[in-house]
Structure formats: C-alpha cells, structure tokens
C-alpha cells in the first residue's frame, strides 16, 4: 500500500496550487490531507468518505480549499484557492479502510511522504 502526493510548490498569496494524492494496493474508504509548518504539530485539513459525498474541513480552509477524489484513478485531489502566507507546510495525504470520515491523526492507517507548499507574501 503507497500513497503517493505531489503538486507543492512555491507560489505568491492569492495563487491557487492542486495537490494530487495517488493510491496504490488497494481501494480506501476516507482519505484526508493533513499539514504540517515548521515547529507545529501536524493538523487535519480536509476529509472526503468513499463516495465522495461527505467532506469537512478545518475551519481556517472552508470557502477556499476543496478536496475530490476520482475511484477510477484511485487518487484524491485538494484545490487551493485564495493560498495565504499561514498555509505554508507540508502537506501529507491519509488514508484508511474503514468506513467513515475522520479529522485525527489517529484515525488513519496509511500516510504519504508529504509535498512541500510555500506561499510568499
């Protein structure tokens, strides 16, 4: 099982940047991004369930960050709109078997290695 993120960069505030996350072995059920800044813990960003119908977000994204996943590919996507200085990290794709979307670390059996996202002011 691998997951596999890419699409970082280094971009300007106000830019947009997609995040790809792709699944190797086997199907999940919820897949979620998390991120992580230099000297903070690593927080949950968006969730999304198998169907793609349920998602959540961490407050400080809502309006502005939206993730997608596409089964065929078996890869998740975030779109990021309106990128601000503070969303500056590292951001990791997670992904677990069971049923059920989840905004903890702990929930999540499989990580990603994680794609750099720099925004300048």
């Known amino acids: 099982v691998q997951l596999q993120a890419s699409g970082g960069g280094l971009v300007q505030a106000g830019d947009s940047l997609k995040l790809s996350c792709a699944a190797s072995g086997r199907p999940f059920s919820a897949m979620a991004w998390f991120r992580q800044a230099p000297g903070k813990e690593r927080e949950f960003v968006a969730t999304i369930n198998f169907s793609g119908v349920r998602k959540d977000y961490h407050d400080s994204v809502k309006g502005r960050f939206f993730i997608s996943r596409d089964n065929t590919r078996n890869t998740m996507y975030l779109q990021m709109n309106g990128l601000k200085p503070e969303d500056t990290a590292v951001y990791y794709c997670?992904?677990?078997?069971?049923?059920?979307?989840?905004?903890?670390?702990?929930?999540?059996?499989?990580w990603g290695q994680g794609t750099q996202v720099t925004v300048s002011s």
């Open positions: 997670a992904a677990k078997p069971q049923a059920g979307i989840a905004n903890t670390r702990a929930a999540y059996s499989y």
